[in-house]
């Protein structure tokens, strides 16, 4: 794929095609207030390294009590938080803007954005396609956990922190 690059204050910068994304979540973060390039402008002044929609607005199954909820990874040695996102975009729709840092989640969370997410801003390119690889890496060894938990009848709010511990020392 060709990179295509626009001038922009005197310099040359990769152009992001909001056309690569679904036509209808272009419209709909439009009509919101919040168009794409909006978006990853904000994302790009806060050092983010991803910015991805996910939940009822991206599967387009959304109503006027909807949240919109937005996974970001700050990348390392970067403060940014929730409440910073929040902030830099929510003067600009009347939705609720709900940010989830995926550093802070839990890996069921990470897998929910890999598999249903939509990239709304990458730092560089395959940032994306390498958290989903990460992501979905890490749900698959400790889904028997999850699934121990849920046949067992236990709290499905309650994650099995032995079992994550485990994998994290290992």
Same mark, same amino acid.
């Given at each position: 794929?060709? @990179?295509?690059?626009?001038? !922009?204050?005197?310099?040359?910068? %990769?152009?992001?095609? +909001?056309?690569? &994304? %679904?036509?209808?979540?272009?419209?709909?973060?439009?009509?919101?207030g919040l168009p794409?390039?909006?978006?990853?402008? !904000?994302?790009?002044?806060?050092? &983010?390294?991803?910015?991805?929609?996910?939940? *009822?607005?991206?599967?387009?199954?959304?109503?006027?009590?909807? /949240? &919109?909820?937005?996974?970001? /990874?700050?990348? =390392?040695?970067? +403060? @940014?938080?929730?409440?910073?996102?929040?902030?830099?975009?929510?003067?600009?729709?009347?939705?609720?803007?709900?940010?989830? =840092?995926? =550093?802070?989640? *839990? =890996?069921? @969370?990470?897998?929910?954005?890999?598999?249903?997410?939509?990239?709304?801003?990458? *730092? !560089? %390119?395959?940032?994306?396609?390498?958290?989903?690889?990460?992501? &979905? *890496?890490?749900? $698959? !060894?400790?889904?028997?956990?999850?699934?121990?938990?849920? #046949? /067992? $009848?236990w709290d499905k /709010?309650?994650?099995?922190?032995?079992?994550?511990? #485990?994998?994290? #020392?290992?």
């Amino acid at each position: 794929m060709d @990179v295509i690059l626009l001038a !922009k204050d005197g310099l040359m910068v %990769p152009a992001e095609i +909001p056309e690569m &994304l %679904p036509t209808n979540i272009v419209q709909t973060l439009t009509n919101i207030g919040l168009p794409v390039d909006y978006i990853r402008e !904000k994302a790009r002044e806060m050092g &983010l390294q991803l910015m991805v929609l996910f939940g *009822s607005y991206a599967t387009g199954d959304f109503d006027d009590d909807s /949240d &919109l909820d937005l996974a970001f /990874d700050p990348g =390392p040695d970067n +403060p @940014v938080t929730e409440e910073q996102v929040r902030n830099a975009l929510q003067d600009r729709t009347g939705v609720y803007v709900h940010p989830l =840092p995926l =550093p802070n989640t *839990s =890996p069921a @969370v990470r897998a929910e954005v890999a598999l249903t997410g939509i990239c709304l801003f990458e *730092s !560089k %390119p395959g940032t994306w396609e390498k958290y989903c690889i990460r992501a &979905l *890496s890490e749900w $698959e !060894k400790l889904r028997p956990a999850y699934e121990r938990q849920i #046949k /067992d $009848e236990w709290d499905k /709010d309650t994650i099995p922190h032995d079992e994550i511990e #485990k994998y994290l #020392k290992s």
